[in-house]
C-alpha cells in the first residue's frame, strides 16, 4: 500500500504476526517462571509483601501522628480491624508502635550510614587529590592507623562501652559510633583499592593523558570499578547498624521504654511468649525480618543497575 | 571469673567445631551433587551469589534466638536456656553450651562464609596444574583439593567472622542465660560498675586477641604455602 502524510507505516502481515507471538510467549514464559517454579513464586511473593509493609509502616509513621496511649481495659487484645497486630500489655496499639520504632530509630539510623558513606567518599576524595603532599600522606597514614585501631574491636562491645560511658540512654551512642565506625572502614576499604588502581592499565592511561586525579577518582573509582564494594559494604552497614540498635535496646540501654525500640518490645513480651502468648515476639520478629530483608533488595536494585548501566557501555 | 571464662570458652571451641564439621559436609556435598555448590537462593545462581546470600551474612541473633527458644520449650518441651551454674555439672553446662554456639555461628555468617569461600576456591583451584595432574593420573580431584580449599575457607571466614562473633557473644549470653563473659559485661554494665566492666570487657579483648592472633598465624602459613604452588 502507498505510503501518505496520514496514515501510519504499517508493517508487513508476517512480521506483526511474528512480534504477537514473541509477546505472547514471553507472557507465558513470564507466566510460567512465576507459577511453573513454585520455589521463585514464594520468594517473589515474600518480597513483595515485606517491600508493602516495610513502606506502610513508614508511611504511616510519617503520615499519622497517633499516640499509643496507654489504656489498660484493652490490653492484650488479639489482632483485629483496629489494631492490625492486637494491643500490647498496656494497651497501647503494636503496629503504631512499630511505626514509631521505624522513624524514631531506624529511619535516623539508615541516615547515620548514608552520612559515613559520603564522609569517607569525600575524605578520601580529597587524601586522593592531595596525596602528593606530605601533609595529606601523614594525614592518609593516620587515618589507614586509627582504622586498623577502631576496625580490629567488636562493634556491639564498641557501641555497649560508649553507651555505659555515656551514661544515658537513646540513639546517641549507636549513632556517634555508627558513623566513626562505618567512616574508618569505608576510609580503610577505599584507600586500599585506590592503592590497588595504580596499577590499572586505564587509571595509568588517564593520567599519562593529563586526566585530573578527582576526575578519575569519581569516574573510574566510585562510578566504576568501586561500585561494587561500596554497594555491598553499604547495604552491609545498613544491617549492622539496625543490628547494634536492637542488641542494644534489648540489653536496656538504647532507646528504652517507653519510647518503642524493637529491642525492648522483644524483651518486654519474651517471657509472654515462653508463657504461650507469642503473639507480640512474633510480630516484632517479622517486623525486624522485613527491616534485615529490605538493605538485601537495595543491594539487588543497585546491582541490577550497575549491570545495566555497564551493559549499555559496553 | 573462672567460671565466666569457662562458659566463654565452650561456647567458642563448640563454633569452632561446628565450622569444622560444617565445612567437611559442605565440601563433600558440593563434590557429590554438581548443582549443590552454586545454589544461592536466588533466581540466577551464581550470578547474585552476593545479593542472594547477603541477606544471610547478618541475620540478628535477637531474629534467630527468641524464635529457637520459643520452639523447642513450647513444640519441643525443651529447655535451651543455661542450667543454674551452681548446681550444674560440667558435662550439662558442655552440652548446654551447643545450643548458643550453633546459633553464634549461624548468626554472625560464619557457616555462610565458609561454604561461600569452598564454592569460590574451589573454582579457583580447579585449573591449577597440580589438579590437571591428578585428573591425568586418575585421582580424585576433590581429594587432592580438600586439604587446601578446606583449611583455607575455613581461615578466611574466621578471620573475617571474628569481629561479629564476639560482638554477638554477648548477646547470646544475655539470651540464653549463659554465665560467660558476655553475661558479666551487661551485669557490670547495668549495676554501672565501670570497674568490673572494663575488667571483663579486657579479659574478653584478651581471648579475642588469641583468637585473632590464631587465625592471622595460619592465614599466613597458608599464604607462604600457596607461593610455592604453581597457578
Known amino acids: 500500500m502507498k505510503e501518505t502524510f496520514l496514515e501510519p507505516r504499517s508493517l508487513p502481515k508476517a512480521q506483526t504476526d511474528e512480534n504477537t507471538k514473541r509477546m505472547r510467549n514471553s507472557c507465558f514464559d513470564y507466566m510460567r517462571s512465576m507459577f511453573g517454579r513454585p520455589f521463585v513464586f514464594v520468594r517473589r511473593f515474600i518480597w513483595v509483601v515485606a517491600v508493602v509493609f516495610f513502606f506502610s509502616l513508614l508511611v504511616t509513621g510519617m503520615v499519622w501522628d497517633v499516640s499509643t496511649r496507654v489504656s489498660l481495659s484493652s490490653s492484650n487484645l488479639d489482632a483485629t480491624w483496629q489494631h492490625f497486630f492486637g494491643t500490647d500489655h498496656m494497651g497501647r496499639d503494636l503496629f503504631y508502635r512499630y511505626c514509631q520504632a521505624m522513624i524514631g530509630s531506624i529511619v535516623p539510623l539508615w541516615g547515620v550510614v548514608i552520612a559515613a558513606t559520603c564522609s569517607a567518599i569525600g575524605f578520601s576524595a580529597l587524601l586522593f587529590f592531595g596525596s602528593e603532599r606530605a601533609i595529606f600522606r601523614a594525614f592518609s597514614r593516620a587515618s589507614n592507623l586509627l582504622s586498623a585501631l577502631i576496625l580490629s574491636l567488636p562493634f556491639a562491645v564498641l557501641v555497649l562501652a560508649f553507651s555505659v560511658v555515656y551514661e544515658k540512654t537513646g540513639l546517641i551512642p549507636v549513632m556517634g559510633v555508627g558513623f566513626f565506625y562505618i567512616f574508618f572502614k569505608t576510609t580503610s576499604k577505599l584507600s586500599q583499592m585506590l592503592a590497588e588502581s595504580q596499577n590499572f592499565s586505564h587509571w595509568q592511561g588517564h593520567e599519562a593523558m593529563g586526566g585530573g586525579r578527582l576526575q578519575r577518582f569519581f569516574s573510574y573509582g566510585i562510578l566504576s570499578d568501586f561500585r561494587m564494594y561500596l554497594t555491598s559494604d553499604f547495604c552491609f552497614n545498613l544491617r549492622l547498624i539496625v543490628a547494634a540498635e536492637i542488641t542494644l535496646s534489648y540489653l536496656g540501654f538504647g532507646v528504652s521504654e517507653p519510647d518503642p525500640s524493637i529491642g525492648n518490645i522483644i524483651s518486654s513480651n519474651i517471657e509472654m511468649a515462653l508463657k504461650g502468648d507469642p503473639r507480640i515476639l512474633f510480630t516484632a520478629l517479622f517486623v525486624l525480618a522485613v527491616t534485615m530483608m529490605i538493605p538485601s533488595k537495595i543491594e539487588e536494585a543497585l546491582n541490577r543497575l550497575r549491570r545495566k548501566t555497564s551493559a549499555k557501555l559496553s | ?231
Open chain 2, 1 to 231: 571469673m573462672l567460671q565466666y571464662f569457662q562458659t566463654t570458652t565452650l561456647i567458642l571451641l563448640w563454633c569452632v567445631l561446628i565450622s569444622c564439621a560444617w565445612g567437611v559436609v559442605f565440601y563433600l556435598m558440593s563434590g557429590y551433587f554438581k548443582g549443590f555448590g552454586s545454589f544461592s537462593w536466588s533466581v540466577r545462581g551464581d550470578k547474585e551469589v552476593g545479593a542472594g546470600l547477603g541477606f544471610f551474612y547478618i541475620v540478628p541473633t535477637l531474629l534467630l534466638a527468641p524464635l529457637l527458644i520459643y520452639m523447642t520449650h513450647n513444640i519441643f518441651e525443651l529447655t535451651v536456656i543455661f542450667p543454674v551454674a551452681s548446681l550444674a555439672s560440667f558435662r550439662d553446662i558442655l552440652l548446654s553450651s551447643s545450643v548458643p554456639a550453633v546459633v553464634l555461628a549461624i548468626a554472625t555468617g560464619l557457616l555462610v562464609r565458609i561454604s561461600r569461600n569452598i564454592m569460590m576456591l574451589k573454582q579457583v583451584f580447579y585449573p591449577a596444574s597440580f589438579v590437571k595432574l591428578s585428573i591425568a593420573l586418575g585421582l580424585s580431584p576433590e581429594r587432592q583439593l580438600f586439604k587446601l580449599v578446606y583449611t583455607k575457607s575455613l581461615v578466611d571466614a574466621w578471620v573475617s567472622s571474628l569481629p561479629w562473633i564476639f560482638g554477638e557473644l554477648l548477646i547470646i549470653e544475655a539470651l540464653f542465660n549463659a554465665p560467660g563473659l558476655g553475661l558479666d559485661i551487661w551485669h557490670q554494665a547495668k549495676m554501672r560498675n565501670l570497674e568490673g566492666f572494663f575488667s571483663s570487657i579486657i579479659w574478653l579483648m584478651g581471648i579475642y586477641f588469641i583468637f585473632f592472633g590464631v587465625s592471622f598465624f595460619l592465614s599466613k602459613k597458608i599464604g607462604h604455602r600457596l607461593e610455592g604452588y604453581s597457578l
